[in-house]
């Protein structure tokens, strides 16, 4: 099938930045949206940023303008360049691909998470 491999999380100091990658490699057909999730503790996994095929993004509120999310459609990967981070972004990051196989069915796939620590 597909297999999304994050890498890039660790551990940063408030105002600090990280950047993270997410490659997606298997029996793919074409891949179409691409999403950024987190879950911190206790919460649910909610989405941080969104990429159409054709580079559209959205964004949640409490990222804007600290984040950029990005792709390279010709090697599949997606990234998000994270800046300016604060304590309250430290969580377990996901990303997330709406895929169409070379079978033709379409899913969603999942990376395997990564955590960012943002403290000092």
């Known amino acids: 099938q597909v297999q999304l491999v994050e890498s890039g999380g660790g551990v940063v100091q408030p105002g600090g930045s990280l950047r993270r990658s997410c490659a997606a490699a298997?029996?793919?057909?074409?891949?179409?949206?691409r999403r950024w999730y987190r879950r911190a503790p206790e919460n649910q996994r909610d989405v941080v940023a969104t990429?159409?095929?054709?580079?559209?993004?959205y964004y949640e509120d409490s990222v804007k303008g600290r984040f950029t999310i990005s792709r390279d459609n010709a090697n599949g990967t997606v990234y998000l360049q994270m800046n300016r981070l604060r304590p309250e972004d430290t969580a377990v990051y996901y990303c997330?691909?709406?895929?169409?196989?070379?079978?033709?069915?379409?899913?969603?796939?999942w990376g395997q998470g990564t955590q960012v620590t943002v403290s000092s």
């Open positions: 997330n691909a709406n895929v169409r196989l070379v079978a033709g069915d379409v899913a969603a796939f």
């Open positions: 990429i159409t095929r054709g580079g559209t993004t």
């Open positions: 298997g029996s793919i057909g074409r891949i179409n949206g």
